[in-house]
């Protein structure tokens, strides 16, 4: 029940600070774009945290212990306070460009903003399925498996990837070409948290420096 009321209580606050963000700045509720992106949010996370809380709440209780304060390496706190900052900045631009007309997207690109954005958060579920083990910090449990398969097998740090894309391509989706500027801070902090990451797993995780050689890119197959 402990779990529960909890993941209630973090998911109310996040919707409700999600669509103050949007709909704040914005001046208005006729905005379309913000509607399908918190519409999408639900219908993603919602089945995906129900079914964590009834099958696997050690795995619930690892991704809620998030944020910069739950970190204990100081390059970390740095790195997940401007990645969060600056993605909550993303979408307090993205409103004011509604309010004031800034930017012209085409609908299509709005459109294709908005399905690769889902894309990301669907990828970033499909992570914590494949990898119970995959925490909101940066630690190693008693016991914890390297996991190499399924999307790991693809690029070392795949939930990363998925915040990435998310992280793109939100602006468009929202109707915002100056949106996409604080990406840049989103997309360096994530880079340095993927990076001091593996040098802690290299040393605490068995089997780590192997996998590194056998999956080659951190992030995005083929680039880095």
Request: net charge neutral; proline share 5%; aromatic share 14%.
């Amino acid at each position: 029940m402990k779990n529960a009321a909890r993941t209630v209580f973090y998911t109310a606050i996040g919707y409700v600070l999600f669509g103050a963000l949007l709909f704040w700045p914005a001046g208005t509720f006729d905005y379309w774009q913000a509607w399908v992106f918190l519409a999408s949010l639900a219908v993603l996370s919602i089945p995906y945290t129900v079914y964590l809380l009834v099958e696997k709440p050690e795995v619930l209780d690892r991704r809620i212990k998030s944020g910069p304060v739950a970190e204990s390496r100081p390059i970390q706190k740095l790195a997940v306070g401007g990645l969060q900052l600056f993605f909550l900045i993303e979408m307090l631009v993205a409103g004011f460009d509604h309010r004031y007309g800034w930017s012209h997207v085409p609908l299509w690109l709005t459109v294709l903003g908005l399905v690769l954005a889902s894309v990301g958060l669907a990828v970033s579920i499909w992570v914590v399925v494949q990898n119970s083990w995959a925490a909101a910090t940066i630690t190693v449990n008693d016991g914890q498996q390297l996991i190499t398969t399924g999307l790991y097998g693809m690029v070392r740090h795949p939930m990363y990837s998925a915040a990435l894309m998310l992280a793109m391509f939100l602006p468009l989706g929202l109707g915002s070409y100056w949106a996409l500027l604080p990406v840049v801070v989103v997309a360096l902090s994530v880079a340095v948290r993927a990076v001091d990451e593996e040098a802690m797993l290299r040393a605490e995780l068995p089997g780590y420096d192997d996998y590194t050689g056998a999956v080659r890119y951190r992030l995005v197959p083929g680039v880095w």
